[in-house]
């Protein structure tokens, strides 16, 4: 794996974007120039991230999700400071 993070990437196993191997490693997350610690799923190159909706569920018992667009800046948290970030 190389020291740059997935362009996309999603916490949920059964989501085509899963990455068990960077999870583990651990993403630290920057939107809107912000830390961001509560994101299920980010798409740098497209600008975007999901959040969990509150408590609420979708009729198949996942978090209802929102979908907000801005700046996502991602790097792998093992690396420290000096990791390579992904920026869009």
């Not at 068990?20 to 299920?40: D, P, S």
């Not at 600008?47 to 667009?69: E, H």
């Not at 996502?72 to 920026?87: H, M, S």
Request: glycine letters at 10%; one cysteine or more.
């Amino acid at each position: 794996m190389t020291d740059t993070p997935p362009d996309r990437l999603s916490i949920h196993p059964f989501n085509d974007h899963y990455n068990a191997e960077a999870l583990e490693r651990g993403i630290g997350i920057n939107f809107r120039g912000e830390r961001r610690t509560t994101v299920e799923e980010f798409c740098v190159s497209e600008g975007w991230i999901k959040v969990a909706a509150g408590k609420s569920l979708d009729r198949k018992g996942r978090p209802m999700q929102l979908t907000l667009k801005g700046e996502v800046e991602a790097w792998f948290e093992d690396l420290g400071d000096d990791a390579p970030k992904l920026t869009a």
